[in-house]
């Protein structure tokens, strides 16, 4: 008997028709500020949900190992043209599953096991992927971690600089998951070309507020750039790997055949979506306010008494210190949950609690923003947040808080 192609989803399977309507009612009623999310458009999910997932595609645009591809070259095509455009690439691969696939693109374009990595340290704000020992990364070369000052919990150049030039490394891995201040993608590029080292820069969380010239772009600084598009760039999840046209070759070939198979069409479709959107003029002014939202964020919690890391924010996200108000990051990411408000706990850098624990949250504005709130809308978080974290055990304030929540994200609705 034929399959039922033609069946709506829930009629082919309630539930999980249900579950993503209770998912699509959670994002609505709750206030996402996960610094990693975003919300993608409706254009971006529906060619992330085309035909173009059924179609096998390995190789490249005009190159490929299976017939029938003209239309997904012309997906892909699309996507690495506008990528290129909206990052001023001489090379764009589109291919990446994920920001994790992107970057071990790279190391198996550029290392060899046991090479020596210069990476950020991930309790400094750092990622899984930069060397952390239960990463491929940590297990397959030899890890060298940089971090930030002590004092000013900003990056420590001079330090990175020394530690280049003592351990000689094969690749120097910059870009962050919790680093609330601009890095200096010039500099580590010079640190890296007078070590002979090759230099990574991973803008997964920054891409949006590079794109947009909001955060100054490590392209034609350094050699490789990756990033995910489903963070600031709000688009489908997945990744992106970009170089020089000398670097295209052994990029290309680390993508596919090195480290994935057939790639996914429709969310290559999908980006190419997301980076027209990009490219429009709108995008400058989301992530304008992504930043000031940020800002005022910041501000709302230092005058309620909260320490910021580096004592404020130059992009997207806080990273708040809530140990100095005695409650651990676990504690404050739990009560915020019961009230609504979706973040996640982080360690702060030089963190006497355990990562299961840490002492601090990070904060994101991108989703709020994309549903349109400004500096008064978050403001009016902040004061939430507050009120939240003033009695973590208050289950009854919590509640009320949630209901509060709820009201406002009426005024701001999604995917209407
Ligand atoms: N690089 C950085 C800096 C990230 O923050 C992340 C994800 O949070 C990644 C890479 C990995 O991306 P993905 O989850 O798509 O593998």
Redesign the pocket.
Known sequence: MPLALNRSLLEADPEIAQAITDETRRLSDGLEMIA?ENYASRAVMEAAGSVMTNKYAEGYPGRRYYGGCEFVDVAERLAIERAKRLFGAEHVNVQPH????A?LAVFLATLRPGDTILGMDLSHGG?L?HGHPLNVSGMYFNVVTYGVDRETERLDYDALAQLAEKHRPKLIIC???AYPRQIDFARIGEIGRSVRARVLA?I??IAGLVAAGEHPSPIGCVDFV?T?T??TLRGP???LVMCRAEDAKIIDRAVFPGVQGGPLMHIIAAKAVCFREALDANFIEYQRQVRKNAVALGETLSEAGFRLVTGGTDNHLILVDVFTKGITGKAAEQALERAGITVNKNTIPFDANPPLIGSGIRLGTPALTTRGMREDDLRYVGKLIVEALSDVDNAGRQEFIRRKVREMTQDFPLYA
């Open positions: 990693s994920s920001g994790a696939q970057n990622h992927t870009g962050a998951s991973d997964a969380h990756t995910t489903h963070k999840r997945g990744g």
